[in-house]
């Protein structure tokens, strides 16, 4: 995958203050204004967006400078490839922009030590059955 040059990522920044300046108002964006904004928190250039999810460069450009509204295609292609995108949040500006907000592992440390046994044993559960899950879809994908 390429990565972003120096002038994109002063791009990218730029455009996710300019955006965040309003961030409690998203529902005054437009669903053009929220992929835009997606796609710079996932640090990525239309060209490597548009790979990712396996829709022409020109199409993004398109729908980021308005010309055109993403197809149903091309929604269904984000929601598949980026499953932490709320996509409710992408169409209608509803709700948070990710389902669910990623934290370090020192903040886990901590948060586990907190727990009583039954609450680790839980925990410890839940982090087995993600990985089975993970393997299975793996396995799944390459078959």
Request: hydrophobic share 35%; glycine share 2%.
């Amino acid at each position: 995958m390429e990565k972003m040059n120096d002038v994109d990522f002063k791009d990218t920044i730029e455009n996710v203050e300019i955006y965040f300046k309003n961030k409690d108002d998203h529902m005054k964006m437009t669903i053009k204004d929220r992929m835009i904004l997606f796609r710079l928190s996932e640090n990525l250039n239309q060209l490597n967006f548009s790979k990712k999810i396996n829709i022409s460069r020109s199409t993004i450009c398109e729908i980021e400078n308005g010309k055109n509204f993403p197809s149903t295609s091309c929604l269904i292609a984000i929601a598949k490839t980026f499953d932490n995108l709320n996509i409710e949040w992408l169409i209608t500006g509803n709700g948070k922009m990710l389902k669910y907000e990623f934290i370090d592992s020192t903040e886990i440390f901590e948060l586990i030590q907190t727990c009583n046994n039954k609450q680790r044993q839980e925990v410890h559960k839940m982090i087995k059955d993600k990985i089975y899950i993970d393997k299975l879809d793996e396995i799944n994908q390459l078959s």
